[in-house]
């Protein structure tokens, strides 16, 4: 398998104009998750999907920030209008199944799409 | 919500010298904690991981250990390489079903040779 595989790897965009970060998780995983990584704020957990359905979006900065999952082998995160402070590393991740009786399960991030926002 | 508390935030140690980063937890059900090793410029990979129901396990140069009552976990790297040099994150997730792993800041390691 490929891995998980993000497009773009990099995006350099104007300040009000939408960006669109695809992501294709590993075959056979029904777990996908979007970070955004920042110096200032980490590895922080936007949202993630479980069988193609939103199960958190609590971590979603503001109403700019949109995610869909349209089917088992892709998802989308949105962001309209961008701004400045949206620059960042954003990963999306994918895993094999829900959580058993001991916990989780490994998560598989993908190279991640850095973007600048003038 | 579950939080992870990482230290320390940097760590520089000599070649063949040990390496111990510690992490604390706030949700007593939270029964999953991996740890993540992340290159410069590189994506975060897994390195090794702990459930709830062991209390150390070791994979090569790597060894976790997990205290449930204290609410902490750690990592020991003995024998450091260069190679070593990274960011590591710890992380923390509870319960069954769906899961949503709470990372830690992450401890930016420097092996000098």
């Known amino acids: 398998d490929a891995g998980v595989i993000q497009s773009p790897r990099h995006e350099v965009t104007e300040m009000g104009q939408e960006v669109t970060l695809r992501c294709k998780p590993i075959?056979?995983?029904?777990?996908l998750f979007w970070y955004r990584q920042t110096m200032m704020r980490g590895l922080e957990l936007l949202i993630y999907?479980?069988?193609?359905?939103?199960?958190?979006d609590s971590g979603m900065p503001e109403d700019r920030f949109s995610a869909k999952m349209p089917n088992a082998s892709f998802s989308t995160l949105k962001i309209q209008p961008s701004e400045p402070r949206d620059s960042a590393v954003y990963f999306c991740?994918?895993?094999?199944?829900?959580?058993?009786?001991?916990?989780?399960?490994?998560?598989?991030f993908g190279p991640g799409t850095r973007l600048t926002v003038l | 919500g579950e939080n992870v508390e990482q230290h320390p935030s940097t760590l520089s140690v000599q070649e063949g010298d040990s390496a111990v980063i510690k992490c604390t937890y706030s949700?007593?059900?939270?029964?999953?904690f991996p740890w993540y090793k992340q290159e410069l410029g590189k994506r975060p990979q897994l390195i090794i991981d702990?459930?709830?129901?062991?209390g150390e396990k070791k994979d090569q140069r790597i060894a976790v250990t997990l205290n449930k009552t204290a609410k902490h976990f750690s990592l020991h790297i003995t024998e450091t390489q260069p190679e070593d040099s990274a960011v590591y994150f710890c992380?923390?997730?509870?319960?069954?079903?769906?899961?949503?792993?709470?990372f830690g800041t992450g401890t930016k390691l420097q092996v000098i040779p």
């Open positions: 999907f479980n069988n193609n359905v939103p199960i958190d």
């Open positions: 702990i459930r709830s129901n062991v």
């Open positions: 075959s056979g995983h029904n777990s």
């Open positions: 949700d007593s059900a939270s029964n999953y």
């Open positions: 991740a994918s895993s094999l199944g829900l959580a058993g009786a001991t916990g989780g399960n490994e998560q598989f």
């Open positions: 992380a923390a997730s509870m319960g069954t079903g769906y899961q949503k792993v709470t």
